[in-house]
Nanobody, 125 residues
Framework: QVQLVESGGGLVQAGGSLRLSCVLSGRAFSAYAMGWFRQAPGKERDFVAAIDWVGLKTDYADSVQGRFTISRDNAKNTVYLQMNSLRAEDTAVYYC??????????????????WGQGTQVTVSS
């Protein structure tokens, strides 16, 4: 059984940066494509970024392209989300997700098999 644990959320001023981390345990990390999603109060869970199992292919939502960077360290079973130039509209609970399958673009929540508990990111304007 896959377990995902996120960390790194918090309160930051607009224009600031945060780095989220997510550690996968229970299975071979390198077999999974990984993704980050976010959900603001009263809204659906939205795709943020994804990365293939090697770490060579990535995909981003238009709203974060150029500001966020997804990366992974297979030796540490960890995926990261570096978030720069944060905006108030980035405020949400951020979830890490694992997909045991091929990487693709335009992946949605239903394409991922396992989820973390989420970490709150709050950007003050």
């Amino acid at each position: 059984q896959v377990q995902l644990v996120e960390s790194g959320g918090g309160l930051v001023q607009a224009g600031g940066s945060l780095r989220l981390s997510c550690v996968l345990s229970g299975r071979a990390f390198s077999a999974y494509a990984m993704g980050w999603f976010r959900q603001a109060p009263g809204k659906e869970r939205d795709f943020v970024a994804a990365i293939d199992w090697v770490g060579l292919k990535t995909d981003y939502a238009d709203s974060v392209q150029g500001r966020f960077t997804i990366s992974r360290d297979n030796a540490k079973n960890t995926v990261y989300l570096q978030m720069n130039s944060l905006r108030a509209e980035d405020t949400a609970v951020y979830y890490c997700a694992a997909r045991r399958g091929y990487f693709d673009t335009n992946l949605g929540p239903a394409d991922f098999d396992s989820w973390g508990q989420g970490t709150q990111v709050t950007v003050s304007s």
